[in-house]
């Protein structure tokens, strides 16, 4: 009888989610939707990443990053949301931390959104409907994986 030993490395290979030093990547994501925000969580999740907190609009997101810093990698804004919305909050946390990597998630549609927002220092966006590759795909590139 075949078992696993006998094919080690067929299916294995390291979760995206982790460090060099197998610590995983710790994301904030700020959305307003519960949906898309426990959709990304999940996505995530599944490739070992820790999601540290969530928030609903820009100002809890603000406020979050900057109790949880420096212990966050990585942000996911979403660009539309009530209170403030996600340009805003990008360039309040930029201000506050000039090395943030935050990942812009945008409706289609929004492309002068987005535009701005990689001017105000957003290192990649996302669009939905969410794209579980692509998702993974622009959040490693953005951490340097």
């Known amino acids: 009888m075949i078992s696993k030993q006998d094919f080690p490395a067929i299916n294995e290979r390291a979760p995206e989610g982790l460090k060099a030093d197998g610590t995983p990547f710790r994301v904030l994501v700020v959305d307003d ?3 898309v925000a426990k959709q990304i969580g ?3 999740t599944s490739e070992g990443y820790e999601v ?3 928030a609903v609009d820009g100002l809890d997101g603000l406020e979050k990053y900057k109790e949880l810093c420096p212990n966050v990698d990585l942000v996911t804004m979403d660009i539309t949301m009530p209170k403030m919305d996600g340009i805003a909050a990008l360039e309040q946390i930029m201000a506050f931390d000039k090395n943030a990597k935050i990942v812009m998630i945008s ?3 929004k492309e002068e ?3 701005k927002a990689l001017l105000l220092g957003a290192k ?3 669009v ?3 794209d579980r ?3 993974l795909e622009r959040i490693s590139s953005v951490l340097g994986k």
Request: no cysteine; net charge positive.
């Open 33 to 35: 939707s519960m949906f």
């Open 42 to 44: 999940q996505i995530l």
């Open 52 to 54: 540290v907190a969530t």
């Open 107 to 109: 409706a289609l549609g």
């Open 113 to 115: 959104l987005v535009k």
């Open 124 to 126: 990649n966006y996302i």
């Open 128 to 130: 939905k409907p969410l």
């Open 133 to 135: 590759k692509k998702v």
